[in-house]
């Protein structure tokens, strides 16, 4: 399987706790496994890094259930085992989670598209529970650890949350996502 993340620091980069498990046992994936590959297109990254170390949120208790409890601090962190620094490959800036109402866009390589990135159509967040967004966005298998992104007031994007799972909200699909804070 295979997951989105973003690079936020040369050296770091931002996902799904979930992301760092086997999906159906739920035992740790080694991160000698994982590789980050930046930039994918087409069968190729502009650069490719092991992972050093992963942490996931303190709070995080995997479960096979995608509950609101395992949702809220499905995030983790992962340390490259070298720094990206070539000038195509800027890391995002993060920022606070969007307030009700506000438009974001989810940037990932889900199961239709894992060949190239792609933003999804823009959508919004349409609450905020305590640690957890639930969004419009349709997302789908291999979204997992995509970044949502917002439009700062100086129009740039930044990282304000992370896809935790897709689920069904009033028989529409909704994005649900871990709250950065």
């Known amino acids: 399987g295979f997951c989105t993340a973003a690079l ?3 050296d770091l980069i931002l996902t799904a706790a979930h992301c760092l498990r086997e999906r159906e046992s739920g035992a740790p994936v080694p991160v000698t496994r994982m590789e980050f590959r ?3 297109r087409n069968g190729r990254a502009a ?3 092991q992972i050093r170390r992963a942490a ?3 709070d995080y208790l995997w479960s096979p259930e995608e509950d609101a409890s ?3 601090y499905d995030i983790a ?3 490259l085992d070298q720094p990206i620094r070539l000038p195509s490959l800027k890391p995002y800036d993060t920022g606070k989670s969007p307030e009700r109402g506000a438009e974001v866009g989810v940037v990932s390589y889900a199961r239709d598209r894992s060949e190239a990135a792609s933003l999804q159509d823009l ?3 349409l609450s905020r529970q305590s640690g957890m967004l639930v969004m419009s966005c349709d997302v789908d298998f291999g979204s997992s650890g995509a970044p949502v992104f917002s439009l700062r007031s100086d129009g740039l994007a930044e ?3 992370v896809v935790a799972a897709k689920a069904e909200l009033e028989g529409r699909k909704v994005a649900l996502g871990s709250d950065l804070e």
Do not use: M
């Open 8 to 10: 936020i620091a040369p």
């Open 38 to 40: 930046a930039g994918w």
């Open 47 to 49: 650069a490719y890094r």
């Open 56 to 58: 996931a949120h303190p």
């Open 70 to 72: 395992r949702v809220r």
């Open 77 to 79: 962190l992962l340390e």
């Open 123 to 125: 959508c919004h967040v």
């Open 159 to 161: 990282v304000v949350s």
